[in-house]
């Protein structure tokens, strides 16, 4: 267990395609809902709470056990309504599994999995914790979109890490809530949604211009 | 197999990618070469563009390529980032264009516009090309940066508006070679030659080196 | 207070449906309403007293059998209410639709009064065949009130298989459920499942509707609004019956609704 693997692991710079998905930030600020520092922090406790649990539980989850991925990676798409949300979190998958295996063996994972599924992979490669696997996965729950909220509505940089900051005790927690539930059966796993960026995901796939693939 | 396993060797597409800042006719150099190559070689395209559909729109108009044969790229907001620090979302659409159409002789992709800094990755392309026009004045190719100065094949556009914008081509010729040292140079005017033809000879020579060697 | 309830339809010698059982106590108490038809049976819930309340504990559990088509509905909205201290008020509410069965379950909304602290739990469980069309409408507090907490847990499987399993948490102690990514300044959802045979249309998608062809042999349809009529408006055209009936299609029928004291907000029928 290596910190600086972990952190390694849940670097933005890390190629892995992050850059490219704003995690349904770009669908809500063209909406409107998003427009400050203050509404970014709502949207990013939204998200940490529902799609940050579920994906820390998934990651932890296939850290702990190889023989649960296809379970797993089922159960993420019985969690994930949206045929855009589950192309986003395959082609995410796709591409940290692209990244992930240039630095550690892993095998086994196919081709294209859920994004979860393929960071607990990783992690597991990495001889990373379960709990390690959860920290990176709510991480980057909320570094993603925050760095997209950045770009897209050219926020103070240095208020979006003050929030940063002051959301990792939550971020922690979820981590430690989702690794402990990581033993439980997929159908029992965490698998809270959040109704708008079902809508959002879905929405954003038809526009003709959009900056970000999700 | 490893669905992963890096794409080198002779049995992969050549991959050239067109960078250069918005509007100095990347597209229509793409268009230009898939109308000059398109009978010869198996070739697709992938486009970086914010408009998610309208390169793939541009060509499948000018009947230059099928629609099944152009992927789009989406780079949030960072059209560098896509073609160089983060390359994977260039390579799966690579990659998907290949496993669904079979082997490929040329993959072209256009980044999306942006400033002279501009470059691809080596884990992403083989060759570069740089497109830059006369409109902007003579002094692009002096101004250097590492789009002009490193990239495989400079192509100079819009030959047919220097009289117009008072761009002299010499000077702009004098100032690449200064910048490029052997690498080549080409100038262009894709409104006159609708094939680009120093782009596709320059192209068909590097496929035919790759099959020989 | 706790309660039970339960429905049992099936099919009788002659092709029809028929309730085998029909049971329940008060506040859960079902009443059959209309014909039984070729076309199936209706059950409503009628409220049999305010509620739940904090500390209750419902539960409904509906059997539609092979070929058996059933629809349930409700008279009312459903008020969660906080009630005495006491640990959450529960509903449970259990479905399994055999082969060639149908069930609709498109009830009035649930209401989460300020103060609220409710659970609904629904399992679904539809073999191979059958054909399921289920409704949820969640209404965040009353007109202009707060929202209390509800947590909605849901798991559908359909053919032995997950197909759908979703939780919404709103109220004080979701964290962020008011904010953008969950239902932002929207005070009203619903969703609208559908699973079988002819579940699957093709998607569609607006700013405040999406209609989502599950990685399963399913569709799910979600709206948010700033209240009930704008969900209503969304999912109300796609549950007109006939939607979901069992492998065969037929044009849209008007159901006949019995009891005379039955609600006038009927949204979804
Ligand atoms: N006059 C002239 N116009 C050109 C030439 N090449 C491209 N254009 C025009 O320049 C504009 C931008 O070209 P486009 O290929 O879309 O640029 P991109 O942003 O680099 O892809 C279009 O209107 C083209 O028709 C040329 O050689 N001469
Ligand atoms: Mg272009």
């Known amino acids: 267990m290596s910190l600086a693997t972990l952190l390694l692991l849940a670097d933005g710079r890390l190629p892995s395609g992050g850059h490219a998905h704003s995690a349904g930030l770009e669908a809500q600020v063209t909406a409107g809902r998003v427009r400050s520092v203050a509404d970014l922090d709502g949207f990013l406790r939204g998200k940490l709470a529902t799609g940050g649990l579920v994906s820390a539980a998934f990651a932890a989850a296939a850290c702990a056990d190889a023989t649960r991925w296809a379970d797993l990676d089922a159960g993420l798409d019985a969690r ?47 001889g990373l914790s379960p709990g390690q696997a959860a920290v990176a996965a709510a991480h980057g729950a909320i570094t993603g979109p925050a760095s997209a909220a950045v770009r897209l509505l050219g926020l103070d940089p240095y208020r979006v890490h ?53 | ?46 486009t970086n563009d914010i408009y998610t559909t309208e390169d793939a729109d541009f060509l499948l108009r000018n009947g230059v390529l099928p629609a099944e044969r152009i992927r789009a790229v989406e780079t949030g907001c960072c059209p560098h980032t896509a073609i160089r620090d983060d390359i994977s979302a260039n390579l799966d659409a690579v990659e998907d264009l290949e496993s669904s159409l079979g082997p490929l002789d040329l993959v072209l992709l256009e980044s999306g516009g942006d400033n002279l800094t501009a470059t691809f990755s080596k884990g992403l392309i083989d060759q570069q ?32 508006l220097a009289p117009l914008v008072g761009a002299d081509l010499s000077v702009m010729d004098r100032d690449a070679r200064a910048r490029r040292g052997d690498l080549p140079t080409v100038f262009l005017s894709l409104a006159e030659d609708r094939g680009a033809t120093p782009v596709a000879d320059w192209i068909r020579g590097l496929v035919a080196a790759r099959a020989a060697g | 207070m706790k309660a039970k309830a339960r429905v049992v339809a099936e ?61 349930v509905l409700s008279v009312a909205a459903q008020l969660a209410l906080p009630g005495r201290p006491a640990p959450a008020s529960r509903l449970t509410v259990t479905a399994d639709v055999a082969a060639g069965g149908a069930l609709r379950w498109i009830p009035e909304p649930l209401i989460a009064a ?57 109220g004080p102690r979701a964290p962020g459920w008011d904010g953008p990514a969950v239902l932002g300044a929207g005070r009203a959802i619903g969703t609208l499942l ?23 042999p399913g569709m ?43 609600s006038a907000r009927r949204g979804c029928r």
């Open chain 1, 80 to 126: 994930t309504p949206s045929p855009a949300l589950r192309r986003a979190s395959r082609a995410q998958g796709r591409a940290l599994l692209r990244a992930g295996r240039a630095m550690w063996p892993v095998a086994g994972v196919g081709r294209e999995p859920h994004q979860p599924v393929a960071l607990g992979a990783l992690a597991a490669a990495a």
């Open chain 1, 162 to 214: 003050a929030l940063l900051a002051r959301l990792a005790p939550e971020c922690d927690r979820i981590a430690e809530v989702a690794a402990s539930r990581s033993g439980d059966a997929v159908d029992r796993l965490p698998a809270s949604g959040a109704p708008l960026l079902d809508i959002g995901a879905e929405y954003h796939a038809t526009w003709e211009v959009r900056l970000f693939a999700s």
């Open chain 2, 1 to 46: 197999m490893d669905p992963h396993a890096p794409l080198t060797g002779g049995s992969r597409a050549l991959r050239v990618g067109i960078g250069g800042p918005v509007g100095s006719g990347k597209t229509a150099l793409v268009a230009a070469l898939c109308r000059a190559l398109g009978a010869q070689l198996r070739l697709a395209v992938v």
């Open chain 2, 129 to 160: 090309i740089f497109v830059v026009d006369v409109s902007g004045g003579d002094k692009v190719p002096r101004k250097g940066g590492p789009g002009v100065t490193t990239a495989d094949l400079l192509v100079i556009n819009k030959t047919d």
């Open chain 3, 11 to 71: 099919v009788d010698g002659h092709g029809r449906t028929r309730l085998a059982v029909l049971r329940g106590e008060s506040p859960l108490l079902l009443r059959r309403t209309g014909r039984h038809t070729a076309e199936g049976v209706t059950v409503h819930l009628v409220g049999g007293a305010a509620g739940p309340l904090r500390g209750d504990e419902l539960r409904l559990d509906v059997e539609v059998g092979p070929g058996a088509r059933l629809e």
């Open chain 3, 114 to 170: 300020a103060g609220c602290d409710h659970v609904v739990v629904t399992r679904v469980a539809v073999e191979a065949g059958g054909s399921l069309l289920w409704r949820d409408d969640l209404v965040c507090g009353r007109h202009g009130e707060v929202c209390g907490d509800v947590l909605a847990d849901t798991l559908v499987r359909y053919g032995g298989t997950t197909l759908h399993r979703h939780e919404l948490a709103v």
């Open chain 3, 194 to 216: 559908t699973a079988g045979p002819d579940a699957v249309t093709p998607g569609s998608a607006g700013p405040a509707v999406a209609l989502m062809p599950l990685a399963g």
């Open chain 3, 220 to 262: 799910l349809a979600t709206a948010v609004g700033a209240d009930i009529r704008e969900v209503r408006a969304a999912l109300d055209p796609l549950c007109a019956a006939g939607h979901v009936e069992g492998g065969r299609s037929r044009p849209p029928r008007e159901i006949t609704v019995r009891p005379p004291r039955l």
